[in-house]
């Protein structure tokens, strides 16, 4: 089971990621990388991309259950940073999908556009 991004810890575990303070982020923070490496063990896992020597092991079985726990994590981790550095998610998606149709097809007009 994947722990998440704010996951609990056992008494007398250290948290120094964390400042007291409603668990605010401080950098560095290795929780991201660390799902998204979750999350390509998921995807390798589901698809079969292991030996086969692994197959009975429950560290190699997934399916999409875990591919979609693992990206949920990955979107709490997203979400956290956005908030500690207060960016608009939404609006950062635009903006850069926008940045990137400019880029890529700067005669067209951009199909989400008013």
């Given amino acids: 089971m994947s722990e998440g991004c704010a996951s609990p810890r056992p008494p007398g575990r250290a948290r120094p990621h964390l400042r007291p303070d409603y668990g605010a982020l401080t950098w560095p923070d290795p929780r991201l990388a660390k799902q998204v490496g979750d999350l390509a063990k998921a995807i390798l896992t589901t698809e079969g ?8 092991q429950p560290g190699y079985r997934a399916g999409t259950d875990r591919v979609a726990n693992e990206l949920a994590d990955i979107l709490y981790c997203l ?23 400019d880029y890529v097809s700067p ?3 951009i199909p989400w556009a008013d």
């Fill in 49 to 56: 991309y292991y030996l086969g020597d692994r197959d009975g």
């Fill in 79 to 101: 979400m956290r940073v956005a908030d500690h550095y207060q960016i608009d998610l939404a609006e950062a998606h635009v903006r850069a999908r926008t940045a990137e149709w």
């Fill in 107 to 109: 005669d067209a007009p």
